[in-house]
């Protein structure tokens, strides 16, 4: 099983910063196969990249991945407040099973 | 639009099981996999297995093999995820999400499990 690792654990910016959030999988993720999901209180969460650099619809440019093999990166050029929440990194399609990493929280500084 | 509407919050004891379902609209239910993930209070998304609504072929996760078995009802477009041998560390906010990337989720079922 890929085993995901996400950091930092918590990232305080304020509105405007950029920030840059890293998932560093245990061996690599085939065809880059690795997705990003925001999710709020009270929220499912909701898809943003897929295919490690992918925008899911509906999400806006500020929004990007990067990365491939064992190191990927999600990158928000210009934090909006809407943009404060929990990130989660997963890598899907990959056997025995799809796994997250443990989460990243943008918290406003 | 795309819909995965899942059914309403559960309370049960321990060693009872639990079923929940995912009912699916806006898109052709058979050709996309429907995912089920978890989450604890305060915790992170857990996988816990995916199923084709096609072939109904199933793929669990190791932590929950034995425990966990996931269906589907063509006819209705809805999926089903039973957890047996409920424990206390059961309880959690239970998902439903569409496709090999989760491009659609349920809202999420509130299973509690209390004595």
């Known amino acids: 099983e890929i085993v995901l690792t996400q950091s930092p654990g918590t990232l305080s910016l304020s509105p405007g910063e950029r920030a840059t959030l890293s998932c560093r999988a245990s061996?690599?993720?085939?065809?880059?196969?690795l997705a990003w999901y925001q999710q709020k209180p009270g929220q499912a969460p909701r898809l943003l990249i897929y295919g490690a650099s992918s925008r899911a619809t509906g999400i806006p440019d500020r929004f990007s991945g990067s990365g491939s093999g064992t190191d990927f990166t999600l990158t928000i050029s210009r934090l909006e407040p809407e943009d404060f929440a929990v990130y989660y990194c997963q890598q899907y399609g990959s056997s025995p099973s799809d796994t997250f990493g443990q989460g990243t929280k943008l918290e406003i500084k | 639009q795309v819909q995965l509407v899942q059914s309403g919050a559960e309370v049960k004891k321990p060693g009872a099981s639990v079923k929940v379902s995912c009912k699916a609209s806006g898109y052709t239910f058979t050709s996309y996999d429907i995912n089920w993930v978890r989450q604890a209070t305060g915790q992170g998304l857990e996988w816990m297995g995916w199923m084709n609504p096609n072939s109904g072929n199933t793929g669990y996760a190791q932590k929950f093999q034995g425990r966990v078995t996931m269906t589907r009802n063509t006819s209705i477009s809805t999926a089903y995820m039973e957890l047996s041998s409920l424990r206390s560390e059961d309880t959690a906010v239970y998902y439903c999400?569409?496709?090999?990337?989760?491009?659609?989720w349920g809202q999420g079922t509130l299973v509690t499990v209390s004595s």
């Open positions: 999400a569409r496709g090999a990337y989760y491009s659609n």
């Open positions: 061996q690599s993720v085939s065809s880059s196969y």
